[in-house]
């Protein structure tokens, strides 16, 4: 079992940052690659960001390239998700999760544990 909580969401003007935080705890977070999804009022729930449970690989949609960057910290348990340029597109439900094993999967079907995720609001 691993527990996941997702912290740092908010209100932000178009243009702004936020950083994402999600705490692990129970099993062996470096087990762990871990990812953020997003999911929007009316809308599926849609990948952001991956990173493997090295750190040495991460993935990211189209949309967020060059704005969100994923970072881990092993000794920590815990992952991030520094947004930056955010837009009003970017306005979601963010959550974690954790899959077990060194590899980066973008399909939410696949993870079996989750955070109660975060909200992110960015204002036009």
């Known amino acids: 079992q691993v527990q996941l909580v997702e912290s740092g969401g908010g209100l932000v003007q178009a243009g702004g940052s936020l950083r994402l935080s999600c705490a692990a705890a129970?099993?062996?977070?470096?087990?762990?690659?871990m990812t953020w999804f997003r999911q929007a009022p009316g809308k599926e729930r849609e990948f952001v960001a991956a990173?493997?449970?090295?750190?040495?690989?991460?993935d990211y949609a189209d949309s967020v390239k060059g704005r969100f960057t994923i970072s881990r910290d092993n000794a920590k348990n815990t992952v991030y998700l520094q947004m930056n340029s955010l837009k009003p597109e970017d306005t979601a439900v963010y959550y974690c999760?954790?899959?077990?094993?060194?590899?980066?999967?973008?399909?939410?079907?696949?993870?079996?544990?989750w955070g109660q995720g975060t909200q992110v609001t960015v204002s036009s």
């Open positions: 990173i493997s449970w090295s750190g040495d690989d991460t």
């Open positions: 999760a954790a899959l077990e094993g060194p590899g980066i999967a973008t399909n939410w079907g696949v993870y079996e544990y």
């Open positions: 129970g099993r062996t977070f470096s087990s762990y690659g």
